[in-house]
């Protein structure tokens, strides 16, 4: 298999051509040397191998639909790895949207949760779905396309997404989601408010007088909770810097808290602990760094008192950002390592993020970023059991995987996936979209290519 990718990595096709065939011969072979075996069970296993083994054929299925041998071969480009990302969007987000737009989500969506916890996750897990959504399609939704299927596309989901905050936030709706009831709305009140200040014009802006009055007072709600000593600290500070973008008063104590907790929890290069300890997982990109680059950004205009920290937060992400795009294997698949694994491809928000502003760090080039990204969430979003029969989200992370679920994860979890769709933001011409496809770093090492030494961060 290394040989084959490396292969690919080439540009050989004449040396696949010939390792395809041998792979083929060999695997048909051992399935036809072991009929017994097979009708007594170890049937299906064989054939799932022998249908992977014919499918590398065409590994762009499996590896270079993501960047891997298209780009060696120059089929992929940016524009069609654009309409494959709007095509997950699509995939993804209609069933959300559409039913928030009527006010139906409460009725229509299913709240998968662990055994017993579905009654009390009902009571949070659509304002999970509709934020943690909204705040990965923001930068899109504010973006100006050049026409066509995608502006179409993006106009119509601007009203959904407006309507469902209307009715979201209006008591009187059957969709109201419950501001401040649980310790959870707090969580996802801080997505929302990201979604916020990522589209100020289509989220905020124009929203109608009530609406407004109406997200107003749903944040002001979510501060009868109170955060835990750990990421938490974040949501409350979302929340505060949006209510201090709105206009309205906001509680710098929050905001405070919050930024110097973080400052003494950093670890060194480019990690912060998620509280007083380091804990193996992606929060660091979840939420923590994110988030907090956007509170600093959001409340700047309002208060300086935080500025001179900016620079060193962004050298810390732009040092995550480099250890996340490392972390893509050349077959699209990153390490299962740490809680909410059922966010899925949503573990590469910060990286997005950096792209999205336009400041990965030096080596890493948007081009490779989206390579990988588009690797990874084809791998995920295609695997089987990703979606339910009626297209909403299961838990997993390669496919459905209930077990996999921590106890606050349900349903609307699933949509911090969106966060990975920040570059949408970008226009078409930026270099992201624009550039010629290139191999991200572990595609090049794994290939055998030579490539400079990787160091810590000193920030």
Not at 196 to 216: C, H, M, S, Y
């Amino acid at each position: 298999m290394y040989q084959l990718l490396r292969a690919f990595a080439r540009g050989n096709r004449q040396r696949v051509r010939v390792m395809r065939q041998h792979i083929i011969r060999s695997v048909t072979k051992s399935v036809q040397g072991d009929r017994k075996v097979a009708e007594q069970g170890s049937g299906f296993a064989r054939r799932e191998f022998l249908k992977g083994a014919l499918a590398l054929g065409a590994v762009p299925g499996v590896v270079g639909a993501a960047g891997l041998a298209k780009s060696s071969q120059g089929a992929t480009t940016g524009a069609s790895d654009r309409e494959y990302w709007l095509q997950v969007v699509k995939k993804v987000s209609d069933p959300v949207l559409e039913a928030l737009s009527s006010g139906q989500l409460r009725a229509k969506m299913p709240v998968e949760a662990g055994p017993g916890l579905s009654e009390a996750r009902s009571k949070s897990t659509h304002l999970e779905a509709m934020g943690r959504l909204l705040c990965g399609l923001a930068p899109w939704l504010e973006n100006s396309v050049s026409g066509g299927s995608e502006r179409q596309m993006q106009s119509r989901y601007r009203e959904w997404a407006r309507a469902g905050i209307r009715f979201g936030t209006d008591k009187s709706s059957a969709d109201y989601m419950n501001f401040g009831l649980t310790p959870q709305s707090l969580v996802d009140a801080a997505f929302l408010a990201l979604a916020i200040v990522r589209a100020p014009r289509e989220l905020w802006e124009k929203l109608d007088k009530g609406t407004q009055a109406n997200l107003v007072k749903a944040f002001k709600d979510t501060r009868s909770v109170l955060p835990g000593q750990n990421n938490w600290l974040l949501f409350s500070a979302m929340v505060e810097a949006c209510l201090g973008f709105m206009g309205e008063w906001w509680d710098p104590m929050r905001v405070d808290y919050a930024i110097r907790q973080h400052q003494q929890w950093f670890v060194g290069d480019g990690t912060y602990g998620d509280g007083p300890h380091f804990h193996w997982d992606y929060y660091n990109s979840f939420v923590i760094q994110p988030m907090l680059q956007q509170v600093l950004e959001t409340i700047e205009p309002k208060s300086s008192a935080w500025s001179s920290l900016r620079p060193a937060v962004l050298e810390r992400a732009q040092r995550y950002a480099a250890i996340q795009e490392r972390l893509i294997s050349p077959e699209g698949t990153f390490p299962a390592i740490g809680r909410s694994l059922a966010y899925r491809f949503g573990a590469f928000h910060l990286l997005s993020d950096i792209a999205l502003r336009r400041k990965l760090p030096e080596g890493v080039s948007p081009e490779q970023v989206r390579g990988g990204l588009t690797a990874v969430m084809r791998r995920m979003i295609e695997m089987p059991g990703t979606f339910d029969a009626n297209g909403w989200l299961t838990i997993g992370f390669a496919g459905h995987q209930p077990s996999i679920g921590e106890t606050y994860i349900s349903t609307g979890s699933c949509y911090l996936c969106a966060a990975a769709w920040l570059p949408l933001g970008l226009p078409e011409m930026d270099v992201f979209w624009s550039g010629a496809a290139k191999p991200w770093t572990g595609m090049k090492v794994w290939s055998g290519q030579d490539v400079p030494p990787d160091h810590a961060s000193s920030a």
